[in-house]
């Protein structure tokens, strides 16, 4: 492809070269520096690249992009074009090399603090009930026509999420479902995607801090960019920063949660066990009547399958794909049934950060059954365990070995010993952090 049509609609300056220099690939990381090849030069947040351009042009690439002005005099036969921010720039230019595919499919992103990969997985469930055909992109991988592979952060780099993108319509997918997160909003990695629908889960402090967000503002700023590149925004009306997260939103609105001015409103939820099913069932009125079964416990479950059926309605999906995609659904790692026996109940979840960690998530879960008896909350009073074996991992590490709670001794007593113990798995957490970053640190 000739540089010229790398660059459409990229604002940028001719420094020095041809526009009609040929490019077979885009580059951004220096050590894959070969003959004609283009290097983007980005300022990050630990080392600027522009320092290897001289580098990259004694092996050969075709052209180089950057960002501010360096020094020329030594690669003087290599095309050169300047742009305002290489990111985003280099968002757009790996769009056109892979043939704009995200034009071509429905786009979903969902975003959020917590729930965004159980969201996204129960949207993708409901969406192959009805039958299309989904690629996925989030915290657990990429999913696409039954293949699966790793990626190192929950929203991949532009280039790599183009190419993606690529290989989702070329294996004959028709939906793109991503997870959006701020950092990848924030760093133009989704610069040029349009979505046909935009999904709010939650909001919570996150992600602040050095090479970050300055801010919980900021944060729910870049958060909110997403209502303004798509169609439709399906939101949690319930989350107290709802309204200041769409500020400026450019879509319409379709909300969904426990509130009465919900479009999409679910009534008393109950618990459902048996030894290979642990979910809830509840009835959702406003925009609809029906009754939903999710294969998640929690309240949590709640409003993630209230936002899967959401976009289901949107799409104009059936209600039986919605029914069975949200009833069949399975998380890996998000509150997980692993049913080993039908004498006791293992549950696996995990989390990234303390407020997405798994203690907090399974903290509710366990409310509700301890709780629930002694206020009558729960339909079916079997449900109530009276021993818990909690085993809680902390940055790789067991912080407490296997630890039984007999609830028949108190609720007060349970509560006390899991917030010491939730304690001690902060206290691990943080001088696993501290020294994980000093290794860092040392490896940069």
Known sequence: MKLEQLMEGVPFTLVQGSLDTEIADIIYDSRKAAPGLLFVCIVGTQRDSHAFAADCAAKGVSALVIQHDIDLSAMPGVTVVKVESSRYAMALMSGNLFGNPSRQMTMIGVTGTKGKTTTTHMIKSVLEAAG?????????????????????????????????????????????????????????????????????????????????????????SWKGQLFRRCDVGVVNIDDENTEALLEGHTCKLVTYGCSEKADYRAGTYQLLRTHDFLGVRFHVSGKDDMDVKVNMPGEFSVYNALAALTVGKVLGLPDEAIHEGLSRCVVKGRVELVPISKKFTILLDYGYTEVQCGYITMLQYLVMMIAGPIYGRLIDRSISPKWLFIILVAGGMIVTPLLPFCFGRGFLWTMLSFSLISALDYCASSVFDTWTNQMTLRDS
């Open 132 to 220: 299309r055909k989904v690629g996925m992109i989030g915290t657990n991988g990429i999913y696409y026509m039954g293949r699966h592979k790793d990626t190192a952060n929950t929203t991949p780099e532009s280039y790599e999420l183009q190419k993606t993108f690529r290989q989702f319509l070329d294996a004959g997918c028709d939906v793109a479902l991503m997870e959006v997160s701020s950092q990848g909003l924030m760093m133009d990695r989704v610069a040029g995607v349009h979505y046909d629908i935009g999904v709010f889960t939650n909001l919570s402090p996150d992600h602040i801090g050095p090479g970050e967000h300055k801010t919980f503002e900021e944060y729910r």
